[in-house]
Structure formats: C-alpha cells, structure tokens
C-alpha cells in the first residue's frame, strides 16, 4: 500500500470532529469509493490525503512518496486566469511539467475538449466543462494517485460515461491508483474496487463492495442509498422466489435474467 493513515483526526476549532480515530490502507492500482452521507467527512478525507490540511492527530503515510493530484468539488472555486490556457499553463508549469502546449492538447482531447476551449474564460464555460479542464489540468501532470471529489457532479450523461471509461482506463493502462468521493451508490457500485464507507467521520466499513452494498442493515444506519442493481435483485427475489444473484453491470444482469426466463 502506497498511502496508509494511523489514527487520523481532524477537528474544526478544536471542538468538532470532522474525521475520527480513522485508520486504514489505500489499495495501489485499484478504485477506491470513499462513500457516506453528507457531511460524513468525504471531501475532508481527500484534502487530509493531499495535504491541504492540517491534522488534528495521526498520520497520513505516503510510503512511497508518490506524486498526488486532487479534482475539487468545485474546480472554479480554484480557476484565478483570464483563460484556460493560461489557467492549464500556470498548473503545469507550477508542476514542472515539460512540453506544455503538447501535454496539454493530449489532455483535452483524453477529457473530450479540443483546443477551442483554451482561449475562453474558465468562467464562462459550463459547470461541465470547468470540471473537465480541471481533470485535463490533473491528467496532464501525471500525478501517480488521481483524488477525484465528486467528479461525476454537474456532468450530463454522456459525459459521465466518458468519465467512466477514463477512470477505467487510467486504472488499467497507466496503474494509477484512484481515490474517489461519490453520494451516487449505482456509480460507486458500478465503478469501485474497494469501497470505503464513513459515517460521522469514522470508518464503518473498508473492503469488497458486494458485501457493503448487499448488506441492507448497515446501508440503512449508515444512511446510504441501496444501489438500483442490487434492489432489483432483492425485488425479484422477494416477488417472484428467484435468485438472479448480483451483478454491477446492467448487461450482465440482463444475461441473468434472460437465462432464467428462456
């Protein structure tokens, strides 16, 4: 494990806890899902793991002093130039990246922007579009862990498709170790690796996401959302006695269900 955090806490004004006592390891060249209701300390999560943050208590260990890269919630909050090229220059460049301009056309074109876009305002695009010049901006310096908040906000679906095979592909082609925020459970299920679960700033869950999302018991105290997948196996289940099992993929339970039927 590359990143591992001991006991890390984090309070605000020294009297609320936003992360609690919180220990575990995040798995190297996988997907890992930090879910939660709102306010269960996802976002803060990510900022402790990038360093913006100071700890109240514990550790963030980077073992291997990997190089991290983080795509905030709100990537227009931390927009500051008069245009995006300036706005991807000044990244880069701050980052010691080489071969600016060619870096940063490979990018757009991976995020599905053309070059068009870098003399516009980053202000004056789509919430949509700021997103994925953020990302474009992270993709370009290579960071070696991807830290995505929320990545898949304010994105139509098309879009979020797009981004679905991107992360799968930054995964499997380039080894980058993922960490993602996410209150939507069907893209947590459909996406993650390992699932990381919080409730109130403390762990409740780490490990395979099956045995979180199919364990409707601590999804409900945890208040998170049962994934459509899985709650239409457990309604087929129920209604008609038949056990489709769980798939985190549309097509393949469709396969299921049509071997049941035929």
């Not at 870098?118 to 997103?131: A, D, M, V, W």
């Not at 993922?178 to 409740?204: H, N, P, Q, R």
């Amino acid at each position: 494990m590359g990143i591992v955090l001991k006991n890390v806490g984090y309070d605000i004004d020294g009297f609320y806890r936003v992360i609690d006592d919180l220990s575990l390891g995040i798995k190297d060249k996988k997907i890992n899902f930090i879910v939660g209701e709102s306010g269960s300390g996802k976002s803060t999560l990510l900022s402790l793991i990038h360093g913006d943050m100071e700890l109240t208590s514990g550790e963030v260990i980077n073992e291997n002093n990997l190089k991290i890269g983080i795509l905030r919630q709100n990537p227009d909050d931390y927009f500051f130039c008069n245009t995006v090229y300036e706005e991807m220059l000044f990244a880069l460049k701050k980052n010691k990246v080489k071969d600016c301009d060619k870096k940063m056309l490979k990018a757009l074109k991976i995020v599905g922007l053309d070059e068009s876009c870098l003399f516009k305002s980053p202000f004056e695009i789509s919430r949509g579009e700021q997103k994925k010049v953020a990302l474009a901006i992270l993709l370009a310096y290579n960071p070696k862990v991807l830290l995505l908040d929320d990545p898949f906000s304010n994105l139509d679906y098309v879009s979020k498709k797009n981004l679905i095979k991107l992360i799968r592909m930054m995964k499997l082609r380039y080894n980058k170790t993922i960490i993602i925020t996410c209150s939507d459970t069907d893209m947590a299920f459909e996406l993650a690796d390992i699932v990381i679960c919080l409730k109130d700033g403390k762990l409740v869950f780490q490990g395979n996401k099956f045995d979180l999302f199919t364990n409707i018991k601590l999804l409900s105290k945890s208040n998170i959302s049962v994934p459509r997948l899985i709650d239409f196996s457990n309604l087929v289940k129920v209604n008609k006695n038949i056990d489709i099992g769980y798939r985190d993929d549309i097509n393949d339970l469709m396969k299921d269900i049509y071997r049941f039927v035929k």
